[in-house]
């Protein structure tokens, strides 16, 4: 007998008591770890989405506004690239010493062209990358796959009068058209799309490029960063974040860290009431006990040890428990909170576990103090 | 040569002004050791607020105790709880066993904070079981014993410690008169190997095996007698 096995033995003469100060923890302990895991799944989530959505660099050739006039008189002004991108920037951007980073690099080519006898814009991307580069696109009929077909912008369908089965002549070629975008409220919906080989020769400037879209990977780095390696490795190329994207990017994940920590904290501190009001009640209730033990020789250390590992053990049992549950929670509710992987993450759980025998062994704090002061005269009240 | 324990001028209090009540007044004893001391008295008299202030379990009002030379309220709280284990083995009217416990768990109980081995600890609650004549019932629960067996399980966790003073108070009180004569033989025995035993109790048949009695009326000692030899009627 040590009081480790006194204070075991003592859960199971009082068991309804041991439970109701461990169902505290473990629904602290398994709110805690169920938000968690699934605030960090969903952060993956919303992470793996966001990235998925777009671009958030923009490679553009650097210009200067240039001012025409004659004297007082002003006649407009034009802007002037310093230099041109051209396809072989591709492997520059990919050399960058972050490049683990980069998901995507995705070259663009604007033209205006003939499309059957309408002067219009004409957009080359590479066919096999329009789904990455634009994934919010909707398509009635079929993307392109290879050169010489094309997509119409909704209003470029309309102008031309054209759709999926269609023909277009353009500099002396015809293109069939596989799609018609759905309006996306863009300027893309004036344009035709087209594989970026055919509106290079439309443009007669092969290999040519207008901009580059480059998608980082950049939970936990500063995308600043990696804009002023491509700018270091394109020295005469302007390459600027896509602010909002990375923003708005931010604040979803930070909102989802925040609402978990909220409701976490929330749930723990009234489990850790929990702990306290039981432990406090038992205290009260084993008044004569403590009393016995104190008059047998039990000094003040011994009574809050024995305290202590009576919430010890609860705390530690309910805990893992209530970590299990969390993690199970997570795992079920997972794919109805947008992620489609759902998977077990091992920190929050034993985070949760040390969390709540933290809790339990705190809460404990004022009523083993309690328990260690009295007197064993006042507690053993018979005598 | 010092008294094994002393009480000097000692009175304790209790309530405040309003409602002051004076459960001892100015007493002053000397109990030397191996002394068979039975107190006696009404309900209310002080009996169990000596008994309190003998164990050190608290401190009087004014006065002193000195027990093996001791100031008790020089102690600390621990010091105190130290003092107690190794000197004095409490026996309470309930016997205030742990109901969770077996006999022998609950022997072993003041040994709970001791670094003494599982194994040793089991062998000193069997032999002390033994002494008490529980052998074979171990492993009962309370709920499991007899009252008698119940105060006879009391008593071997008083003596774990071989504690040279044991007190009780009112041992048999929860007891049928012929399993009372048993406990009482009990500390009997106990006696004659050498204790100090201090006993509060209504009933005068217990004075028959006393060497001392003493009655205390309204907080005072109103008598106290030497018994002329042990185990005579007053």
């Known amino acids: 007998m040590n009081i480790r096995k006194l204070a075991w033995k003592n859960l199971f003469r009082r068991k309804s008591r041991a439970v109701f100060t461990g169902l505290g923890i473990f629904l602290g302990i398994g709110t805690f770890v169920a938000l968690a895991s699934l605030t960090a799944q969903m952060e993956q989530a919303v992470q793996d989405k966001l990235d998925r959505f777009g671009a958030n660099i923009l490679i553009t050739p650097r210009t200067e506004q240039l001012t025409l006039g004659f004297g007082d008189i002003s006649l407009g002004g034009t802007q002037v690239a310093h230099s041109r991108l051209t396809a072989a920037d591709e492997k520059a951007i990919r050399g960058i010493e972050m490049k683990e980073r980069l998901r995507s690099v995705v070259p663009f080519f604007l033209a205006a062209a003939d499309a059957s006898g309408k002067n219009i814009v004409w957009m080359g991307i590479p066919a096999m990358e329009i789904a990455a580069a634009r994934p919010w696109w909707k398509i009635s009929g079929s993307p392109i796959r290879e050169k010489g077909e094309i997509l119409l912008g909704s209003e470029a369908a309309a102008a031309l009068d054209k759709g999926p089965g269609g023909t277009v002549v353009s500099g002396g070629r015809t293109f069939r058209v596989t799609g018609v975008l759905h309006p996306t409220g863009e300027k893309e919906d004036g344009m035709v799309i087209a594989a970026l080989g055919d509106v290079q020769s439309l443009g007669r400037n092969p290999g040519g490029v207008t901009f580059f879209e480059v998608a980082a990977l950049c939970k936990d780095c500063p995308v600043e960063d990696i804009v002023a390696q491509i700018g270091g490795a394109l020295p005469g190329a302007r390459v600027s974040a896509i602010r909002q994207v990375v923003e708005s990017r931010k604040a979803a994940v930070d909102q989802f860290r925040r609402l978990g920590i909220g409701v976490s904290s929330i749930v723990l501190a009234i489990g850790g009431l929990m702990v306290f009001v039981t432990v406090m009640g038992s205290v009260q209730e084993r008044t004569k006990e403590i009393g016995v033990l104190r008059a047998v020789g039990f000094r003040r250390k011994a009574i809050l040890s024995l305290l202590f590992w009576e919430t010890g053990w609860i705390s530690l049992l309910s805990s893992a428990s209530g970590a299990l549950a969390g993690l199970a929670a997570a795992l079920l509710v997972a794919p109805h909170f947008g992620v489609e992987q759902a998977g077990v993450a091992s920190s929050p759980a034993l985070l949760g576990v040390a969390l709540g025998m933290g809790l339990g062994l705190f809460g404990t704090i004022p009523p083993a103090r309690r328990a260690a002061a009295l007197s064993p005269t006042e507690a053993i009240r018979s005598l | ?234």
């Open chain 2, 1 to 234: 040569m010092a008294a094994f324990i002393r009480l000097e001028n000692v009175s304790m209090l209790y309530g405040n002004n309003g409602t002051r009540a004076v459960a001892l007044r100015d007493v002053s004893l000397s109990i030397e050791a191996g002394e068979y001391v039975v107190i006696t008295g009404e309900s209310g008299a002080g009996k169990s607020t000596l008994l309190t202030i003998l164990g050190g379990l608290q401190v009087p009002s004014s006065g002193a105790v000195l027990m093996k030379g001791v100031d008790l309220s020089s102690l600390s709280a621990d010091r105190l709880a130290d003092f107690r284990r190794e000197t004095i083995g409490f026996i309470f009217q309930a016997y205030h066993l742990l109901p969770y416990l077996t006999a022998r768990e609950n022997v072993m109980v003041p040994m709970s904070p001791l670094r003494t081995s599982a194994r040793e600890k089991a062998g000193r609650a069997n032999e002390l079981l033994t002494s008490v004549g529980l052998s074979g019932k171990e492993e009962r629960l309370p709920s499991e014993l007899s009252g008698g067996e119940c105060q006879r399980v009391a008593i071997a966790r008083a003596l774990v410690h071989d504690p040279p003073v044991l007190l009780a108070d009112e041992p048999t009180g929860n007891l049928d008169s012929s399993t009372g004569e048993q406990i009482l033989d009990l500390f009997s025995g106990l006696h004659k190997r050498g204790k100090t035993v201090l006993m509060v109790t209504h009933n005068r048949a217990n004075l028959f095996r006393a060497t001392r009695a003493i009655r205390l009326q309204d907080g005072l000692v109103a008598k106290d007698d030497p018994l002329m030899a042990p185990y005579q009627a007053l």
